[in-house]
């Protein structure tokens, strides 16, 4: 996920091209939460920009306005892991080995989990950019498949030396037009597996208990699933975990991603988890940057861009991962729930003025209240 003010919902569907043929999936019917009452094992809140908005001012506060520790917040919500991106050198110095580091002390003294996300870029990866770290800019194929080992083994290498080993970790991020362009871009997907095992094989040898995972976006589309895992089979790509971006006003119907999720469980074997989500509890903005959810014609019907809107999405989200067939789905994980409004904490780490045009879809307020999503993602069937 980047900031789609940037990148529109419509790039992430033009890579769709290659799965003309596919067979799609028996369509599931939309998940009730009837799914047998089964609690999630992963119920976690990517929060990446954390450091960088405590830097900047950044406070958080109870659902009655007391001043807490964001993280305890999480924690005391019952949310089971923090996602944590990394980027190889981004220009601002955040999402890095330096940052990431203490963040995940924090997180260990208060009991959540790690899930790393590796993207292979100093600066955004998704769907229509995945763009080389500069300084890979000259290597060989061979020079970038050893750069993927190296970095890979780095960070997951120093969490572990710490005593914060990563549980989770994502081998590249929304990988739907492959990673590291262009050697490991669609067209080349000899070359873009060498790559995914290259780290696959660092996160093993550096921390044998981690679950890997790979994670690709439009979680409703199963002829895109299918195309691009059928590849990883036929390649001999070994990994634990499908993950999947699923944001209902860029993926389509829930129905579709539930058939999804269970047709890719079934036919490949592994368990998948809910990579990134998220809703709006409002569709004003508190900067002067135009969110990316403004409209009320980006709704979902049903959910209305309230705070409890907010957590009825996460209700119904939390039932499609509960409702895959034979327990196979793992949870789910929001996308930037701490990510409020502060000056110089924007979307391009190049530019100090960019501005944040996700606040809306936070965890918080506009006061730093923790909003009743929290409590829901967290608590769900717990």
């Known amino acids: 996920m980047r900031r789609r003010s940037v990148l529109a919902a419509a790039g992430a569907a033009t890579l769709a091209a290659p799965v003309l043929g596919a067979t799609q999936a028996v369509a599931a019917p939309v998940v009730s939460g009837a799914s047998g009452g089964r609690c999630l094992e992963i119920r976690g809140i990517d929060i990446s920009s954390l450091p960088k908005n405590e830097d900047h001012g950044a406070v958080y506060r109870t659902a009655d306005g007391r001043r807490e520790d964001p993280i305890r917040l999480m924690a005391q919500a019952g949310v089971t892991h923090a996602r ?32 790393i996300d590796f993207h292979y870029s100093d600066s955004w990866a998704d769907p229509a950019h995945q763009t080389k770290p500069a300084a890979w800019a000259d290597l060989d194929v061979a020079g970038l498949t050893r750069a993927v080992y190296d970095h890979t083994a780095d960070v997951l290498g120093a969490l572990k030396r710490q005593g914060t080993p990563a549980q989770l970790v994502q081998i590249g991020n929304e990988l739907n037009g ?93 368990p998948c988890v809910i990579a990134e989500t998220a809703y709006p509890f409002t569709l004003e903005s508190e900067d002067d940057v135009n969110d990316i959810l403004n409209d009320s014609s980006q709704l979902t019907e049903g959910f209305p861009a309230t705070p409890e809107g907010q957590a009825a999405w996460l209700r119904a989200v939390a039932d499609l991962a509960a409702g895959v067939p034979d327990g196979q789905g793992l949870g789910y994980c929001y996308w930037e729930g701490l990510w409020t409004y502060r000056a110089g904490s924007g979307w391009d780490p190049a530019d100090p003025s960019s501005g944040n045009a996700w606040e809306n879809l936070a965890l918080f307020d506009f006061q730093d209240r923790a909003l009743p999503g929290l409590r829901t993602l967290g608590r769900y069937r717990s």
């Open 178 to 270: 492959g990673l590291i362009w262009p050697e490991g871009n669609w067209e080349h997907f000899d070359t873009m597996t060498a790559f995914l095992k290259a780290g696959l094989s660092a996160a093993k040898d550096t921390t044998p208990r981690v679950r890997t995972i790979l994670h690709l976006a439009n979680g409703g589309d199963n002829g895109l699933y299918r195309w691009w895992f059928d590849n990883m089979v036929a390649y001999g790509v070994d990994f634990d975990v499908i993950g999947l971006s699923y944001y209902p006003f860029w993926h389509g119907p829930i129905a579709n991603a539930a058939a999804n999720m269970a047709d890719i469980t079934a036919r490949y074997g592994k």
């Open 84 to 115: 944590l991106k990394v980027w190889v050198n981004p220009a601002d110095g955040y999402n890095n080995k330096a940052h990431i580091l203490p963040l995940a002390r924090r997180l260990k003294r208060a009991g959540v989990g790690i899930w």
